[in-house]
């Protein structure tokens, strides 16, 4: 129903930046909040930065003033602009939304994720 395509990955030196970007296309009836989340090995998924869809953000206390999270509503695209990299940044970046798709004869709410992109931060 929704597709979540992702890019923007790699290889950075640590203090580097990445853009990640991610676009929706599908079904959409309404995009509702995006946001990225990151796993690295052999620890959990967690939530990186959101973004609603009036523009409010939060992010997790570890990017705050180095990771800016933004959206396109036209685009339907939700970017991650990463700086001051550090090999602890180092995961799996998961694209998310939540969005109302038409599914006839009504609208439903539901989350997507994006296949996930490798950023890797090391000298």
């Known amino acids: 129903q929704v597709q979540l395509v992702e890019s923007g990955g790699g290889l950075v030196q640590p203090g580097g930046s990445l853009r990640l970007s991610c676009a929706a296309s599908?079904?959409?009836?309404?995009?509702?909040?995006m946001g990225w989340y990151r796993q690295a090995p052999g620890k959990q998924r967690e939530l990186v930065a959101t973004v609603t869809s009036i523009g409010t953000t939060n992010y997790v206390d570890s990017v705050k003033g180095r990771f800016t999270i933004s959206r396109d509503n036209a685009k339907n695209t939700v970017y991650l602009q990463m700086n001051s990299l550090q090999p602890e940044d180092t995961a799996v970046y998961y694209c998310?939304?939540?969005?109302?798709?038409?599914?006839?004869?009504?609208?439903?709410?539901?989350?997507?994720w994006g296949q996930g992109l490798q950023v890797t931060v090391s000298s």
């Open positions: 998310h939304a939540v969005a109302t798709v038409v599914v006839v004869p009504e609208v439903r709410t539901y989350e997507y």
């Open positions: 599908g079904r959409i009836f309404t995009l509702n909040d």
